[in-house]
């Protein structure tokens, strides 16, 4: 069986936020949350939204589970809204390039023990999936195959050559009745179900202080040139209004104090992470290799943004699921460190990682990630 899947769930211990474009507001009488600009007469403040996707449903869906999604007009009433549902979600291409960074400091501390150093374009071929940043015409056969089997550039993929990848990951989708109803997550995982979707985002407000104003430091008036004389300036200049009478970008320019929000997914919140691997390329190597940065991943403990301020912590169970449809659990944790359960096929896998890691050279890596050379032409069908 050469495709494995690795599945399961994480779990929020803090917030979590993931930065999305595009401006937002909120209300701060209801904290409804909007992409229009609110009047003059409405209090209000920009916010960070996270990031979450649109997900589709049927009627009966609706119906079934009550998917109308409680919500708040700017009047503070409640009303019911019959949109498709936005659901939380942890994209997977962020997941995807933390595993990546992960395995690659895995080799990176081998090679270190050994005493030997990569040059800064393979480092960026490993951390990033490219050297350039984009495809290089040329190919040689016999180094796409050596590269397609390697057991981390055949998993992740990339390279100059962009290498197809062995590797395949799921949005982490948040577990509620949207996912469940929509089949996005299976059955049976109804149990780790959180509340309404409407109910998992909040706003966390903070204040932005300048201390020039504030006077926190007795030592501002000896480290600022003129310091009484520019504080003054600025004073004047944040209520000064604008020739042609617009007060408002102005002042938001020039304010040394004011107050944001960022939106988080609430703590408690569950995820369904679901990793796919097809080995007959790579081989168990592959595997071994995963596992291990899945360990250092949860270890961790930071994903999304905000870390310095305690986001993204999360506890997590995955279960490697077997040929018999047997679930293999594949971290133990200890003390609050995560490692590999070496037992069965995972320390096959384990073993097959071990012994393909002590093969990889500085030379092989250079080779696998070197551009073309001009001699090389691109191949044409006949």
């Not at 800064?120 to 940043?133: D, K």
């Not at 020739?243 to 040394?256: E, N, V």
């Not at 679930?327 to 070496?342: C, D, F, I, S």
Request: charged share 25%; with cysteine.
């Amino acid at each position: 069986m050469p495709t494995y899947t690795i599945e399961g769930i994480l779990k929020l211990t803090a917030p979590l936020h993931v930065a999305t474009p595009g401006e937002r507001y909120v209300t701060l009488d209801t904290l409804y949350v909007t992409h229009k600009k609110p009047d003059e007469q409405t209090e209000y403040t920009g916010i960070m939204v996270t990031t979450v996707y649109p997900v589709a449903v049927t009627e009966e869906d609706k119906l079934e589970v009550g998917l109308p999604i409680p919500t708040k007009d700017r009047t503070g009433e409640t009303k019911k809204d019959y949109r498709s549902p936005e659901v939380l979600v942890f994209p997977a291409n962020d997941l995807r390039g933390r595993l990546r960074r992960l395995a690659a400091e895995l080799i990176f501390d081998n090679l270190q023990a050994r005493g030997q150093k990569i040059s800064l374009e393979t480092y960026h071929g490993m951390t990033c999936g490219a050297v350039t940043g984009q495809p290089t015409p040329g190919l040689d056969f016999d180094l796409a195959i050596k590269s397609g089997v390697h057991p981390f550039l055949g998993l992740f993929g990339g390279g100059p050559r962009l290498v197809r990848s062995s590797l395949q990951i799921s949005p982490a989708w948040a577990i509620t009745s949207s996912t469940l109803s929509a089949g996005i997550i299976p059955n049976r995982y109804e149990s780790d179900r959180v509340t309404d979707d409407g109910y998992l985002l909040k706003p966390l407000f903070f204040r932005r202080v300048d201390d020039a104003l504030e006077f926190y430091s007795g030592t501002t008036s000896l480290t600022v040139r003129n310091y009484s004389e520019s504080v003054a300036k600025w004073l004047k200049d944040e209520g000064a209004q604008s020739a042609d009478g617009d007060t408002g970008t102005r002042r938001s320019k020039l304010r040394i104090r004011t107050f944001s929000a960022v939106q988080y997914v609430v703590p408690g919140t569950r995820f369904f992470v679901d990793v796919r691997i097809d080995t007959s390329r790579t081989g168990l190597a592959s595997l071994g290799l995963l596992i291990h940065a899945l360990a250092h991943l949860a270890t961790k403990q930071s994903i999304g943004g905000w870390v310095r301020n305690g986001f993204g912590r999360f506890e997590t169970s995955l279960y490697l699921v077997l040929p018999d449809a047997g679930r293999l659990p594949v971290l133990v944790k200890q003390e609050g460190v995560y490692t590999p359960n070496a037992t069965g096929l995972i320390a096959d896998a384990l073993d097959a990682w071990a012994e393909a890691e002590s093969r990889i050279t500085v030379e092989e890596l250079e080779d696998l990630y070197s551009l073309p050379s001009p001699r090389e032409k691109p191949a044409v069908a006949k």
